[in-house]
Structures are given as structure tokens and as C-alpha cells.
């Protein structure tokens, strides 16, 4: 069982160079999300996705894009990067329980990828 | 919105028992949770609350009160790997009905000899 898995761990992209970073997870989770970690910061939602065809702005969505054509995606992307996007980020993953809010999952995440913007 | 509170550093001994505050103002509350980092990793769970009273697990314990708004958790005979940073995150509904997790700036750890 692997969980959420990123790709890739570290990048290096120079200003106005675009990527996409991928992330994948094996637990039939409705909800999906991508956050950024920066220093005196904590993490902060950029998109998130409450199921397949479906995404949200969170907190700082502007400079990315989401896509989320199968459940089991969720892709980040970054179409002219700046180096205010030099971060560490997130993705995760949870399980929704409509009827019992008890039940609902914590946020399982990937192990990160540290991208620097030159 | 959402806004979480908890303090930036704490130090303690290790043995010791330490408490992490966590304070907080959002709208539709459906849960509050405790998540552990250390330093170049990924968040792990730690604990959630989403009834006030205590929850323990082994050496961790979390407080949740949510008329004040505020919750704590309690690390009992520390040692020295507990040294990370502990974030406290709330799920609210945003205005769409939707589940969002906000995460606190984490509180980060110290435990000495």
C-alpha cells in the first residue's frame, strides 16, 4: 500500500519555465489537495478537489493550475513559474464520510517536492 | 475564514511534559487535528477531535473545547525524537458546503537532555 506518492521530490526550474508535479494515491479517497509550505508560513491550501472532475481555489491559487480526471490524480501545474513559487509542497489525501462526521479521515500525505525557481 | 494561533517554539526536558496550545476561529467546525513534522518530512497524524473532551493515545493526549475555540496537546515522558514541529489544522466548511483542512503555522519543538 503505498499512499500518496509525488513526483517528482526536487526540481529546478528557471523563471517562466512551466512543470507539472503529480501525485497519486492508492486509497480511493474522494478529497485531494495541494498545499505549499514556506518558513513562518505552515502550509497553505492552494487547490484542493472533492472528487474526480472536480477542483477548488484555496488560500493562494493564483500562479497554478489543477486537474483531476481520475480519482486517483491530482495534478499541480505551474505554467510560467516565478520565484516567489520556490516552496516545498504538499499533497494529500482524505476520506469523506457524508453521514458521519466522526468518521472522517485525516489528511495523508505525499512526501513533498522542493521545487527552486531561478 | 479560518484563523489558528499557536505558539512558534517551545523547549523542554526530556522526560518532561509539555502542552501545545492551539486556538482558533472558523466557520462550520468538523474537527481539529494534530499532525507531527520533523524536520525534511511529510506531516504525520497524530490525533482529532471533533467532541470536546480528551482523547489519549500512548503518550499523546488532545484537548478539544469548542465554545473557547481552542484546543491542546499533551506530550508526556518526552524524548528526544519528539523534537519536531506539531501543527494544529481545523476542517471547516467553506461557503460552497465544502470540507477544508487550515493548518496553524506549527509549533516547533525542542526537547534537551
Known amino acids: 500500500n503505498a499512499g500518496v506518492t509525488q513526483t517528482p521530490k526536487f526540481r529546478v526550474l528557471k523563471t517562466g519555465q512551466s512543470m507539472t508535479l503529480l501525485c497519486a494515491q492508492d486509497?480511493?479517497?474522494?478529497?485531494m489537495y495541494w498545499y505549499r509550505q514556506d518558513p513562518g508560513m505552515g502550509l497553505r491550501l492552494i487547490h484542493y478537489?472533492?472528487?474526480?472532475?472536480?477542483?477548488a481555489k484555496g488560500e493562494v491559487p493564483d500562479g497554478y493550475n489543477v486537474s483531476r480526471l481520475k480519482k486517483q490524480n491530482f495534478l499541480l501545474g505551474l505554467e510560467s513559474a516565478a520565484p516567489s513559487q520556490t516552496s516545498v509542497y504538499f499533497c494529500?489525501?482524505?476520506?469523506?464520510?457524508?453521514?458521519?462526521?466522526?468518521?472522517?479521515?485525516?489528511?495523508?500525505f505525499g512526501n513533498g517536492t522542493r521545487l527552486t525557481v531561478t | 475564514g479560518q484563523n489558528i494561533d499557536q505558539p512558534t517554539e517551545m523547549t523542554a526536558t526530556e522526560g518532561a511534559i509539555v502542552q501545545i496550545n492551539c486556538t482558533y476561529q472558523t466557520s462550520g467546525f468538523n474537527g481539529l487535528f494534530w499532525y507531527q513534522q520533523h524536520a525534511g518530512e511529510a506531516p504525520t497524524f497524530l490525533s482529532y477531535n471533533v467532541l470536546d473532551g480528551l482523547e489519549e493515545k500512548g503518550r499523546f493526549s488532545s484537548f478539544l473545547s469548542r465554545s473557547k475555540g481552542y484546543s491542546y496537546l499533551l506530550l508526556k515522558e518526552l524524548q528526544m525524537k519528539d523534537s519536531a514541529s506539531y501543527l494544529c489544522a481545523v476542517r471547516g466548511l467553506n461557503s460552497g458546503g465544502y470540507q477544508k483542512v487550515t493548518f496553524g503555522t506549527g509549533t516547533k519543538l525542542q526537547v534537551i537532555p
Open positions: 486509497m480511493n479517497h474522494e478529497y
Open positions: 478537489s472533492v472528487g474526480e472532475g472536480t477542483t
Open positions: 494529500a489525501s482524505s476520506k469523506l464520510h457524508l453521514n458521519d462526521h466522526r468518521y472522517n479521515s485525516p489528511l495523508h
